[in-house]
């Protein structure tokens, strides 16, 4: 089932941030590696977006990305 949130925060020089979900049931870990598209990819905050949530080797992370 898809969610979706509020890009926390998101550093492009680390590729990861946190998308803050809004069910509020918290913040979820993303990696860029979850970011569906082409090219660069990368959050900014503030960004609307839509998300699998996954059960990681540290916790609850994004899946499948997209921006709205």
């Known amino acids: ?3 979706t949130g509020t890009v926390k925060w ?3 020089s680390r590729g990861y941030g946190f998308i803050e979900l ?3 049931t918290g913040d979820i870990f993303v990696h860029f590696s979850a970011i569906m598209g082409e090219g660069f990819k990368t959050l900014n905050e503030g960004d609307k ?3 699998e949530v996954v059960s990681g080797k540290k916790g609850l992370q994004a899946e499948n990305v997209k921006k709205e």
Do not use: Q
Request: hydrophobic share 35%.
């Open 1 to 3: 089932m898809r969610k």
């Open 10 to 12: 998101f550093s492009p």
């Open 22 to 24: 809004d069910d509020g």
């Open 49 to 51: 977006v839509s998300l």
